[in-house]
């Protein structure tokens, strides 16, 4: 390993962009991510060109050749005052090298930068020749910013030149100078590589060195119950024995000194893996939630949906302190073993120990089922109790009054019957599991103290032992209860857990580079027919359990180009195959291919970024935020130069100028519930503009225009008609 401190050196540092597969691959493995397959293919470009010829394209593949190796590449882009915070916290990540060069003639190819470790003082770097080497901070971070001092660095210069500061300030007087003028510019070009959320969470965990910070947090924990029993241990033998000198004050104060540091770092390590724990399972249970398909919600009322958000909440804060704490205790208790060895009922005091131990557990276990069943009681009633106050004025009308509460007072006794037997087994826990051990371990001492065969001091480290184990027993009851919450929120939470975990990754790089060629390839026409943009055959979908498929034996073919409309009764499957056709939901039998792909080949991003819906009315939402935060957010956020101009002249084709023209702030008005009101009609365009803005191969409509009155229909199918490529349009007849 070498260092660097020269600008020059960064520059043969960095990785050309056409060996970007190969830097990707080689970070990965360098910072233990363990990558899924070892080559990537040179970024494609538009046209044959280089894909580094095109900022977006290149962007685009970094992210896809991410995932092809099972990683997720975040983008992530820094103001010129944050630069350095950002290397110090990114690793690992590559970091896009400005090239400086004045003339666009003398402009070398993008290269980038492979930042292996971070630290607060310098940054490990991996070169092209798969060397490490150290750079400090302020070197790179004048680097990534050398594109923005370039342009104002001369005008710097000759302000300083004018106000005769002198050479050994300058470098301070410039770099404040240009902080202040460029502070909030942003500095793009990074991604941060590492595990998605929907990886193997185990593998997550180790990368997390969250292994060895619970190994740290209780090691520590163990050093300091070591270094306190030892120095009583001190401290009372030499009152025992009657001679206590200075030398065995001077040992006993040294001892208790020396559990300060570790005390310290038992702290620090707890604070860190609770944060990066937290980290972890907020970001799996996240993915989860927006990968749920919509059949798992769509039955599920309103007091079902609000417990798991609460089980989410629970789980992370009783897990991680259930956790923390029960660890504790048990590092404890095996503290307490050897001194009660040492003590005056030997190696049998040691065992009872272990095994009240084990009762313990199997209390804790009880305590759990108990509480799963209680629980499940209590949300039961909530559940029904929602839904029955959502459904008041119905029950008035179809149930007779004396029996309205027939259901609840079963319900109720069921419940009061379960809270008995929670309380009753919570006592046990907190009562028997302490205190019964103090009475148990006392009796263990009543024939060695009536015998006298254990001498005084013997008798002082048994009892010491037992109320040492006595107040570990305390906490492995709170961790044990806590424990036992977790593990029933966990049912509440474990489907959005499992559900992060349904992979979209395509399967290698050689699979990735096909697909941007298919895509390419597939837009145009062979032999003078247009290219089949997507056909499914005998596609079968069935909503949960029903006996009858609401599709099957549907099949068709849409080619680029077309304007297909689609008509048909209530219930007859129209809506369905809408879903179908834009990935929302998953054929369980019959083929549906996207320009000769399938939905695994694709993965559900490319699948959706190919095929743009706007569901029925009732599926579809207005977000509490701008109106040009709803019109693209199916679009890069936040938004690049121009996209406001075409989302506006998108909004005026379908007729919503007077909306924008009454509108105080136009497209920057805060819409929603809380926010300026939007008719039927105006949300439908809405709708209809959010999808026509993705830039779609295919759009799907479903009853789009039902809510229009003659004139706003006709303005808003002119402008589908002529900005959507492809158009599938469902409708009633």
């Known amino acids: 390993m070498t260092r660097s401190s020269d600008p020059g050196d960064l520059r043969a540092l960095a990785w050309p962009a056409e060996r970007l597969g190969e830097a990707l691959v080689a970070l990965a493995r360098g910072s233990g991510l363990s990558p899924r397959g070892s080559a990537l293919a040179e970024p494609p470009g538009p046209r044959g060109l280089p894909g580094y010829t095109d900022p977006e394209a290149l962007a685009s593949w970094i992210e896809a050749a991410a995932r092809a190796l099972g990683l997720e590449a975040e983008p992530v882009e820094a103001s010129y005052r944050e630069v350095d915070a950002l290397i110090r916290r990114a690793a690992p ?42 750079v400090p901070v302020p070197l790179l971070a004048q680097a990534l910013r050398g594109g923005h001092d370039a342009r104002l660095g001369p005008e710097v210069d000759r302000l300083l030149d004018e106000a005769a500061v002198p050479a050994r300030r300058r470098p301070r007087v410039r770099a404040a100078l240009l902080g202040e003028r ?58 025992l024995e009657g001679r206590l000198d200075p030398g065995w004050l001077l040992a006993w104060a040294l001892l208790q000194f020396t559990f300060i540091p570790f005390r310290a770092l038992e702290i620090w390590s ?16 996240m993915a989860g939630a927006l990968r749920l398909e919509t059949e798992e919600t769509r039955h599920q009322g309103v007091g079902q949906l609000l417990g798991r958000i609460l089980g989410s909440e629970a789980l992370e804060h009783l897990a991680l302190t259930g956790g923390h704490i029960g660890l504790i205790a048990l590092s404890e208790i095996l503290l307490a073993l050897p001194v009660l060895a040492a003590g005056a009922a030997g190696w049998p005091h040691a065992l009872l120990l272990l095994a009240w131990t084990i009762f313990a557990l199997w209390l804790g276990r009880r305590y759990f089922l108990r509480r799963r069943a209680w629980t499940g009681a209590r949300l039961e009633m909530t559940h029904d109790l929602v839904e029955q106050m959502v459904g008041h004025r119905t029950r008035l009308a179809q149930q007779s009054a004396d029996r309205w509460h027939e259901r609840e007072d079963r319900e109720l006794e069921r419940y009061l019957h379960l809270s008995a037997e929670l309380d009753r087994q919570a006592t046990r826990l907190r009562v028997w599991i302490p205190r019964g051990w103090l009475l148990v371990s006392l009796l263990a001492l009543v024939q060695p103290f ?12 048994s009892l010491g032992g037992a109320l040492f184990a006595y107040w570990s027993f305390w906490k492995m ?28 990754a395509v399967a290698s790089g050689v699979a990735l580079t096909s697909a941007m060629s298919t895509e390419s390839a597939a837009s145009g026409p062979v032999d003078g027919v247009a290219a089949v943009v997507l ?65 695994h080949t694709l993965g559900l991003a490319g699948w959706r970024k190919r095929v743009v819906a706007a569901p029925q009315f009732q599926e579809n939402y207005v977000l509490t935020d701008t109106f040009l935060f709803n019109l693209l957010m199916g679009r890069q956020w936040p938004p ?13 084709e379908l007729g919503l100028g007077d909306l924008l023209d009454r509108m105080p702030a136009g497209l920057l008005q805060r819409v929603g519930e809380s926010g300026w009101q939007l008719s039927h009609g105006e949300k439908s365009r809405l709708y209809i503009a959010r999808a026509l803005l993705q830039g779609a191969e295919l759009v799907v409509l479903d009853e789009s225009f039902a809510a229009l009155d003659p004139e706003s229909l006709r303005q808003a199918l002119s402008c589908v008609l002529g900005r959507a490529r492809t158009l599938f349009v469902i409708a009633h007849p």
Do not use: N
Not at 450 to 461: I, K, N, P, Q, T
Not at 477 to 502: C, H, M, N, T, Y
Not at 554 to 583: Q, Y
């Open 535 to 599: 056909e499914g055959h005998d596609l079968v979908f069935r909503y949960g359990d029903r006996a009858d498929p609401a599709l099957v034996g549907a099949s068709l073919r849409v080619r680029a180009g077309e304007r297909l409309l689609l008509e048909g009764p209530s219930g007859g499957g129209k809506s369905t195959l809408a879903s179908l056709l834009a990935g929302l939901r998953l054929p369980q039998s019959g083929l549906l291919l996207l320009q000769g792909l399938d939905r």
């Open 450 to 461: 009536v015998s006298g065969e254990a001498s005084a001091a013997r008798l002082a480290v």
């Open 182 to 239: 460029l502070g909030a510019k942003p500095i793009g070009g990074a991604w941060l590589l590492d595990f998605p959320p929907g990886a193997p969470f185990w593998p997550a965990v180790r990368h997390a060195r969250l292994p060895g910070r619970v190994a740290a947090m209780v090691g520590a924990h163990m050093v300091q119950h070591a270094l306190l029993l030892t120095s009583w241990w001190v401290l009372g033998r030499g009152v």
């Open 270 to 285: 707890s604070g860190v893996l609770m944060a990066r724990a937290g980290k972890l399972l907020k970001r799996r249970l």
């Open 640 to 652: 690049r130069p121009g996209d406001a101009e075409e989302a506006e002249a998108v909004c005026r």
């Open 93 to 134: 990540a590559l970091l896009l090298l400005p090239d400086v060069s004045e003339s666009p003639e003398g402009r070398d190819r993008p290269r980038h930068l492979a930042l292996l470790r971070s630290g607060r003082g310098s940054v490990r770097l991996l070169g092209p020749d798969h060397r490490v080497r150290t």
């Open 477 to 504: 009851v709170r961790g044990l209860s806590d424990l036992a919450e977790a593990a029933v929120s966990w049912d509440q939470v474990a489907p959005i857990f499992q559900a992060a975990g349904r992979g979209e």
